[in-house]
């Protein structure tokens, strides 16, 4: 068995490694893919998607084998906020203006059933990710803000979603911090342990019969003579079917070659554990929390007391300065808690903010593009890949394939989205010190 990098989410630039690694109480064992092999159906990624198709696959009697370059959930679904949300960061009539009232209609049914399907998973295959199913908190961070989340708010109930709008004061309450102006509550929603989540994903898959193996980077796959022809450093895998769910972390792959998408680095700061006097009016009920500004901001705690805030950016020297500054102006008792960890990952962002599935030739697809939403869409888009790909049926697919996908000017799109994140925060440390 490859040895596990326990550091694979680390910041070099302050040695602390992410939390979510320390604290994961799921874990695999795989080893690397070696010799011929055929199978049913070849998922190339070991994230959210690829573990949920996995299991849906192997639970249907399939035979599955899944790829991973790297270890389960080493991408972003080891590496995010843990955030089990309903729904995109796009309210359900602006999907429906892009995609059209059918399809739309469609992707948001799906969606808002995510968190009941991945709370349902958790309990179903005894999955240890710390799950909170106490819903999430959708911070108004302006009065432009706060007007917005009253627009969602209308849009969500007209579809029955159980929300719910907070004033500011209740706001306070909730999360103990005055900074906001309100706040949409989704009691659908929760948060989990991302990274024992996914690893919890794939030992079900196993018991269920899936075969994975990590340290196992594709290196071409190729549709010939009725089948993908998949190779790797140490073997070849004959698929009947092939899902690549690789995302923000596709390692380039002959034959296959998968659009580029903008890049957005998203990090994270959080302090050690800390007790209920210094942090028992934080969060008390266990939300999960992200706000409205274009330079999002995003606040939980977990398991053992620890406070987590992120923020879109990748620079450690900028962003953890930022962060901890932030974490003071929220809530300045914590202005000198020790932090523990700090990391970073990628999310890839469609320029519309819409996933997509492309059709990668004869029984072949690859989802990509959740735009920070990768959790619940995750496992619900695996789930359904896995069952259209094996039933040839599209229409139980979330959204319809398309058969090609051009992001112009995508590495410019991440370079400015980089950038904005670099300058709201310098801003924001420069007016901190001037004042």
């Known amino acids: 068995m490859p040895a596990k990098n ?32 055929e199978t049913d159906l070849a998922i190339l990624g070991g994230g959210f998607t690829g573990c949920s198709a996995a299991l849906e696959a192997a639970g249907q009697g399939a035979d599955v ?54 709370f349902d998973l958790i309990e179903r295959h005894g999955i240890a990710c710390e799950p909170q199913r106490a819903g999430t908190l959708h911070l108004a961070h302006s009065k432009r803000g706060l007007a917005d989340l009253e627009e969602r708010r209308g849009q969500l109930s007209a579809r029955g979603a159980p929300v719910a ?48 193996h990590e340290a196992s980077p594709a290196v071409s796959a190729e549709y010939r003579s009725g089948h993908w022809i998949i190779r790797t450093a140490r073997g070849k895998l004959r698929a009947a079917r092939l899902l690549v769910a690789t995302n923000a972390y596709h390692r380039p792959v002959a034959q296959a070659p998968m659009p580029s998408v903008p890049i957005v680095n998203f990090f994270q700061i959080a302090t050690e554990p800390l007790g209920d006097n210094m942090t028992g009016d934080i969060l008390p009920g266990g939300e999960g929390c992200w706000d409205t500004g274009m330079i999002m901001t995003a606040l939980r705690r977990d398991a053992a007391g620890r406070v987590i805030l992120g923020g879109m950016g990748d620079d450690v020297g900028i962003q953890a300065g930022w962060a901890k500054r932030k974490l003071k102006r929220l809530f300045p008792r914590l202005a000198d808690t020790p932090i523990d960890h700090a990391w970073a990952g990628r999310i890839a962002m469609t320029s519309d903010h819409l996933p997509r599935i492309l059709r990668m ?70 007016s901190r010190r001037g004042g």
């Open 6 to 37: 326990d550091d694979h989410c680390a910041s070099t630039a302050t040695g602390l490694g992410a939390l979510w690694v320390k604290s994961a109480a799921e874990d695999t064992e795989t080893t690397e893919f070696q010799g011929d092999r």
């Open 65 to 118: 084998v899944l790829l991973e370059a790297e270890t389960i959930g080493h991408g972003g679904s080891g590496r995010n906020v843990g955030l089990v949300n309903a729904g995109l960061w796009l309210p359900p009539d602006a999907v429906c203006d892009r995609l059209g009232p059918t399809q739309g209609e469609r992707l948001n049914r799906a969606l808002a059933e995510g968190p009941e399907l991945v």
């Open 165 to 212: 709008m907070l004033t500011g004061a209740q706001t306070s309450q909730r999360t103990g911090t005055d900074a906001f102006f309100g706040a949409l509550h989704d009691s659908r929603a929760g948060t989990v342990q991302p990274l024992a989540y996914a690893r919890g994903l794939a030992r079900a898959a196993q018991a269920a019969g899936a075969e994975l």
């Open 361 to 430: 030739g004869p029984r072949g697809l690859s989802i990509f593009g959740y735009s920070g939403r990768g959790i619940a869409p995750g496992t619900v888009f695996g789930k359904a890949a896995a069952q259209a790909l094996l039933s040839e049926r599209e229409d139980m697919l979330p959204l319809v394939p398309v058969t090609e996908h051009r992001e112009p000017l995508h590495a410019v799109k991440s370079a400015v989205y980089e950038f904005g994140a670099r300058m709201v925060h310098l801003a924001a440390a420069r």
